[in-house]
Every structure is written in C-alpha cells, then in structure tokens.
C-alpha cells in the first residue's frame, strides 16, 4: 500500500504563487518503488470532474495539461519519494482541490493511491 500526505494548499491572490508538495509512503522495497513510478497531481473544481496537471515519473518524464504549461513546473525527488508542483501566475480558474496520485505508469485515466487532497483558491 501506499500513502500519500499532501501540503502545500491556500489562499492566494491571481498572478500569485504556491508550492504543492506530496510525499509517499508505504513498505520500502521493489513493489513500493513500482507503485509511485509516476506522481502526478490532478484537480477538481466544484461542478467539474477531476483532471490532470502535471504528471512526472521515476526517469523524468512528464506530462502537463495545456492549461497549465508555462505556469506549472512539476518535479521529484526520488529519494525522498516526494513530487513537487510549482504554481505561479496563478488564475482564478485555478481554484480546486488539488490531489496527488502515485501509479506505475502515466495512463488515462490514472490508478494507483490518492491523497486527501488540498484546496488551492485563487481570488481575482
């Protein structure tokens, strides 16, 4: 199993910046280490369903929604089982709960844990 405890979440006004960060946890070893391959964070607006913003895996790879590029910067530490997501010139459109997800790879759409999620608002 894997656990993940984000922090990070809060209020911030528009053109503003915050940092996301979601560690992972759970029984070291090799099925540990394939189960986080990819962390990402998604998020969900009030009305909305969920959706990506930024996925990263083990190698470096990512992957980021259009609405987010050029703002959003994601990143991880591999030996700390941590990812990052860096927000800035943020909008009011990117007000939602922000959640972190681990899985063995980047897929759609993804598998694997959850965290609780943290709330990111954004006021004009």
């Known amino acids: 199993q894997v656990q993940l405890v984000e922090s990070g979440g809060g209020l911030v006004q528009a053109g503003g910046s915050l940092r996301l960060s979601c560690a992972a946890s759970g029984t070291s070893g090799l099925i540990f280490t394939v189960n986080i391959n990819a962390m990402g964070w998604y998020r969900q607006a009030p009305g909305k369903q969920r959706e990506l913003v930024a996925v990263?895996?083990?190698?470096?790879?990512?992957k980021y929604a259009d609405s987010v590029k050029g703002r959003f910067t994601i990143s991880r530490e591999n030996a700390k089982n941590t990812v990052y997501v860096q927000m800035n010139s943020l909008k009011p459109e990117d007000t939602a709960v922000y959640y972190c997800?681990?899985?063995?790879?980047?897929?759609?759409?993804?598998?694997?844990?959850w965290g609780q999620g943290t709330q990111v608002t954004v006021s004009s």
């Open positions: 990263i895996t083990r190698d470096g790879s990512t």
């Open positions: 997800n681990a899985d063995k790879y980047i897929r759609d759409p993804p598998q694997g844990s």
